[in-house]
């Protein structure tokens, strides 16, 4: 279907059109509700079936079709709805299509006016049939041809795949086609869409051009083309006198099973006559479709913004046979006036020619628009996609993406599209290149996306087939849309082909790199620059330097330097933020972080306690970074502070830092500091250690000066301090087990009970949810605790009419709930999940919130695959019972998990597979939502939520970070906001600057060789083909057989015919030496011939003889036989090398890199040992004894 977006009712909310490629009717949604506004048939199959009430067989081939995209071209008969314009072919349903070929005179075209309110016919205009027929098999029209059954076989040789992938033209069609005339082109004479539209419409049909009143469909105009259009045609003003001209491509050489080529044809409406035509060296453009809507090329844009297009297509192919091979194909731009070429570039692929080319923004600030090239080069189909600039065509950059992995393998891809996401973390819109898998077993359809100015790979997509663009929400980014359509099932029962595909949206996102860094920490801090977004503290891996960072803008606000021999540490940074709001804690740390008075919140950090400095805390202000003060302790053992808060202990305004501080392995100290100065007011010390700390703040007492809860945890068990503003320890609680992080104790004994509630925060400290008065009976209720309670199973403290209730999930059953009263004493409860959702425990979370706003709790459950609230009752029996959800949010194509709860804020946040959405806890819904846009950096995970300092601010920044890179990237609310005017859904290869971002700096690289054109040394092993563990152990087993079959024999013969006797030593050495050469010719039998293993003895001869002479040579200090052995190595090496480049076979302009190049040592070495073996025969004892025999004088010749 072929959708189009539109005010169709005038309700100011874009409605949507479909027109069906398979059966003539056209469909009206309205935008707003969903509902189906009117549906129009035209066809006669659809019109036969529905008035017989069954459905057509797809057996019985397509009848009927919407030509191209339907066209909204306003109000024309003044009611009110935008009309529709569209072209329709319908056959009759008694033809047997099977017997004909060409079905054009069957066929019945119309161009129809569509009312947009009713869906009735304004006015039909018939084109004659005539102008469709055939008239020579050698010159139809390709781009045209309507096969009624789409079943297509490729004519190459290659076992399975896309026919279009090498080359695109050869394949073979089975029955019937027709040949289609072109879609329908609107002029609008200077009108609003709303309005009452004058215009024409002009359709190709055939080689006529007929003109059309768009008012009532009479004939204005019917015109002769010299050339037949083989292909949709592009309207354009191509010679600047303001009327548009029709660029096309004309079908050359099109048999019905030939190879076609193309050529390109400028034709003037005004003039009615051929501006400029230019014979194209190439095949037809194919797409991945029999019938395509749209041909891949050529492209006619304005690249100079001078208001005459140009025209960009391939103009040569490689050729791969004879004496003038050559890899390249050429891409040309020609005037769109005359037609000469502004510049031609040569790229080389190993397809048939450059079938995907695009235009993008001017990225050297020439004032031109690039030509970017996407290509396959290499036996592993490396993709290469060059940035031309477009004026002269010269490489702006060139990147390249490995997409077959696996090495000694090659694999048959093709690349489907190429086109434009408006959207980037770096301010350049993307270039998307979909490739698929030519092969039956391959690589997965990917889709990836590199920036426009520096080419470097944002993003991929996996099982990815297409994608189009659209902003749907009106941020000025658009949204990618991604289609995955499976390989085809064959239902056998209803002799049926069944695709089950699936859409993808991708939001439009903005993504802000802070920094690369190398094992460095980010903080998050409250709003440095006063932009209202909170900041972020950035301290570098080696301690030596602190920077804050705009999480807004994502620039510098300050760097501070340490000294020479300081280091600050990396994980201890204060004061500590959360996400969430500061009214969630019992003290408003963002306003007592200010202890200069500038207004900005200040910075507290730690240098490295293991170089045993004295001053371990350090205040830094947050508005220029500049040294407040640092606090001396008087000790000289390993110091390490565990937790610093921000409290006004003495009510004066201005605030204190007290930090707890480990002072040895056994003890703790609770320190004071004037936040102005540098003076320290109190300390105490607590017999004690910790691994973690928390420092929280109670409620003021009666003199309304604040208490410090200082919590001290050691693995599972937790101690509490009560701390006065003056430094005295009221109550040190006895060690109490932890609950999963959770804590609930009686404090203190002078004033009534308080029940604290602690939890993890941000660094693993603890965080105080609530304290609570209590009436405590018994020294037994003063510690309640869980024994055997993960992590994950957490109190959930509840507000209810009956009083706080405390929820517990039962380890051991996966649907009870414990409920205490405010007493802690246990509660009937009847709760049983099964009535809902059968889930396992480990796979549910559980938070309280106040969804409707009566003040009183209910429960908030998440699980992996589902977001539901439920209300918790209580009867007058005292049993709790669980309502029915309020509301669920279900996923069930992408796995979910909870990322984070924020019940101040109403909301809780899930990531579902790359996606984070906040839903509302009242009601449900999309609350803003976060698309992860980072599949290619490894470890790239969600770490924070980033408010501003409003509390009101729903939307927050969501920092991404690994070990080496930061990034910042600002959620989208989840408000679809409307537009009018005329939309349509689908790639128009247009890319575009994203407004009000920043945007990096470009990349041009310049131009000094093309990677594609460089290969290795003929000599080099190539990485791709060479298995080195298997060469290891061949070259390995070469030599265990040279020394048993070769040296040991031939060593012992020489020694047998130098010693010309048998002695004892000789017949005990016989049995070994015979032995091992037996064993060496039956090991492995089954694997090595005997030649074979007479081969691999005889290989490394050569090696061990020179090794043995140079060995000798040296040992001997023979110098003058090294320097001889030298001299042949070089003169080998440089025979070699000039053999190997001799007769290799290059490409035409294909050059050498010298990686590698000392790789000829080795065959230079071998062949030198070669020829040593060759000279040193005669010198080997055995055969000089010979010689030296048969060279004796006879005693019977002399006296003869």
Not at 93 to 105: A, E, G, P, Y
Request: charged share 20%; net charge negative.
């Amino acid at each position: 279907m072929s959708p189009v977006l539109a005010d169709i009712n005038g309700d100011d909310t874009e409605d949507v059109v479909l027109g069906c490629a398979h059966q003539a009717w056209l469909l009206a949604v309205d935008g707003k509700s969903g509902r189906i506004m009117w549906l129009a048939g035209r066809g006669a199959d659809v019109v036969a079936t529905s008035e017989a009430g069954k459905h057509q067989s797809r057996a019985e081939g397509m009848r009927s079709r919407v030509v191209g995209l339907p066209k909204c071209v306003g109000d024309v008969d003044g009611d009110g709805a935008v009309d529709v314009l569209a072209v329709f072919v319908s056959i009759d349903t008694k033809l047997d299509i099977f017997s004909n070929l060409d079905l054009s005179k069957s066929a019945e075209y119309w161009v129809e006016l569509v009312s947009g309110a009713k869906g009735s016919t304004i006015w039909r205009y018939s084109i004659n049939p005539k102008c469709l027929e055939s008239i020579n098999k050698s010159n139809s029209p390709l781009g045209f041809r309507w096969y009624l059954l789409s079943e297509l076989r490729s004519k190459s040789n290659s076992s399975g795949g896309d026919p279009y992938i090498r080359d695109p033209s050869a394949i073979e069609f089975a029955w019937g086609y027709v040949h289609l005339p072109d879609g329908p082109h609107v002029e609008h004479h200077g009108v609003e869409n709303h309005a009452s539209p004058g215009g024409v419409v002009r359709l190709i049909a055939g080689d006529s051009v007929i003109a059309l009143n768009l008012q009532d469909g009479d004939v204005i105009g019917d015109e002769a083309m010299t050339h037949r259009p083989g292909g949709p045609a592009i309207y354009a003003d191509c010679d600047g006198d303001g009327e548009v001209e029709v660029v096309y491509l004309e079908t050359v050489g099109a048999g019905l099973y030939a190879t076609a080529g193309a050529k390109l044809v400028v034709w003037s409406l005004a003039q009615n006559k051929e501006l400029w035509t230019h014979s194209l060296d190439t095949y037809w453009p194919h797409s991945a479709t029999p019938a395509p809507d749209r041909l891949k090329w050529p492209l006619v844009v304005d690249l100079d913004q001078d208001g005459v297009s140009e025209v960009v297509a391939p103009l040569e192919s490689p050729k791969m046979i004879g004496k003038q091979s050559s890899p390249y194909a050429s891409v040309a731009v020609f005037e769109g006036a005359s037609g000469a070429k502004r510049w031609q570039r040569l790229i080389p692929t190993v397809d048939m020619q450059v079938n995907h080319l695009t235009t993008g923004p001017d990225i050297d600030g020439d004032g031109v628009n690039e030509v970017y090239v996407a290509t396959l080069w290499g036996s592993r189909m490396d993709l290469y996609v060059d940035c031309l600039s477009g004026a002269d065509g010269h490489t702006l950059w060139r990147t390249s993406r490995r997409i077959w992995p696996l090495p000694r393998m090659s694999c048959e891809a093709y690349i489907a599209e190429i086109g434009w996401w408006n959207s980037g973390g770096d301010g350049w819109p993307q270039c998307y290149v979909s490739v698929r898998s030519g092969d039956t077993i391959g690589i997965q359809p990917t889709i990836y996306f590199f920036s426009a100015g520096t080419g470097e790979l944002r993003d991929f997509a996996l099982l990815a087939t297409s994608a189009t663009t659209f902003d749907i929400n009106g941020d000025g980014a658009d949204e990618l849309f991604t289609y995955y359509s499976p390989p085809i099932v064959w239902d056998f029962r209803n002799r049926n082909s069944v695709i089950i595909g699936h859409w993808t949206c991708n939001l439009g996102l903005a993504a802000k790199r802070f920094v690369e860094h190398a094992r460095a920490t980010l903080h998050v801090s409250s709003d440095l620059d006063d932009d209202g977004v909170g900041d972020l503290i950035f301290i570098s891996h080696d301690g030596k330097s602190v920077r804050a960072i705009s999480a807004a803008q994502g620039h510098y606000v300050w760097t501070h330097r340490a000294g020479s021999n300081t280091r600050y540490a990396s994980d201890r940074v204060y004061p500590e933020f959360t996400s969430e709001p500061r009214s969630g804690r019992l003290g408003d740390e963002s306003t007592e972080a200010d202890l200069n008075g500038d207004g900005v919140s200040d910075v507290m950090l730690c240098r490295d306690v293991s170089r045993r400095e004295p001053s371990p805390l350090v205040a830094i202000s947050g508005a220029d970074g500049r040294t407040l003060w640092s606090a001396e302790f008087p000790y000289h053992d390993r110091l390490s502070a565990g937790a610093v808060r921000f409290v006004d202990l003495d009510a004066d305004g201005h605030s204190e830092v007290v930090a707890v501080v480990r002072t040895s392995e056994q003890s703790t100290e609770i320190v004071a500091y004037s936040g102005r100065r540098m003076r320290r007011l109190w300390r105490h010390e607590l017999p004690r250690s910790f691994g973690r700390a928390s420092i929280d703040v109670l409620p003021t007492t009666k003199d309304d000066r604040p208490r410090l809860l200082v919590t001290l945890y050691w693995n599972r068990d937790a101690m509490w301090s009560v701390v006065s503003a003056d430094g005295q320890v009221q109550n040190v609680s006895p060690q109490a087990r932890r609950v999963g992080g959770w804590t609930v104790a009686e404090m203190g004994t002078e004033s009534p009970s308080c029940l604290i509630a602690c939890g993890p925060r941000a660094g693993g400290d603890g965080i105080s949810l609530w304290v609570r008065d209590l009436e405590l009976q018994g020294a037994s209720q003063n510690e309640v605790t869980f024994d055997g309670a993960p992590e994950g199973n957490k109190p959930v403290m509840l507000r209810t009419p009956h009083g706080m209730l405390i929820t517990v999930e039962e380890w051991y059953s996966s649907r009870k709930l414990k409920l205490f009263d405010a007493n802690l004493t246990p509660m009937r409860c009847v709760s049983d999940w099964s009535e809902w959702l059968e889930l396992q425990k480990s796979t549910m979370r559980v938070g309280a919130c106040d969804v409707d706003g009566d003040g009183y709790d209910e429960l908030l459950c998440a699980t992996n695959s589902l977001v539901w609230t439920m209300r918790v009752e209580t009867g007058v029996d005292g049993v709790v019972r669980l309502s029915p959800p309020l509301w669920s949010a279900r996923n069930n194509d992408l796995s979910a998990e909870l990322f984070r709860f924020e019940a101040a804020r109403g909301i809780v946040v899930v990531r579902r597979g790359r996606m984070l959405q906040a839903l509302a806890v009242s009601t449900g819904k999309p609350r803003w939502s976060c698309q992860i846009p980072f599949a290619d950096v490894p470890g790239m995970h969600p770490y924070q939520l980033i408010y501003g300092q409003n509390a009101q601010m729903d939307v927050p920044h969501l920092l991404f970070s690994n070990r080496d890179q930061s990034y910042c990237i600002q959620a989208v609310p989840s408000v679809a906001q409307s537009r009018s005017g005329e939309l349509q859904v689908g790639n128009t290869n247009v890319a575009r600057l994203i407004p009000d971002l920043h945007r990096g700096p470009p990349r041009l690289a310049p131009e000094s060789y093309d990677p594609r054109l460089r290969t290795g040394l003929p000599w080099v092993p190539h990485p791709d083909y060479q298995d080195w563990d298997r060469e290891y152990q061949f070259h390995l087993q070469s030599v265990g057989l040279s020394v048993c079959l070769v040296v040991l024999p031939l060593g012992f013969a020489i020694w047998i015919g130098s010693r010309r006797q048998w002695g004892l030593r000789t017949m005990l050495a016989a049995p070994f030496v015979i032995g091992v050469f037996i064993s060496a010719l039956l090991v492995q039998s089954d694997q090595i011939v005997i030649h074979g293993r007479f081969a691999m003895a005889l290989a490394p001869i050569p090696v061990m003889l020179f090794g043995a002479i140079t060995l000798h040579a040296l040992i001997g200090q023979r110098w003058w036989r090294l320097a001889g052995l030298s001299v042949a190595v070089a003169v080998t090496c440089l025979l070699t090398a000039l053999f190997f480049l001799a007769t290799d076979r290059r490409l035409p302009g294909q050059t050498y890199f010298w990686d590698g190049w000392y790789w000829i040592l080795l065959y230079g070495t071998y062949h030198t040992g070669c020829l040593l073996v060759l000279t040193s025969i005669p010198y080997v004892p055995t055969i000089a004894w010979l010689r030296q025999r048969s060279s004796r004088p006879r005693i019977g010749w002399e006296r003869e």
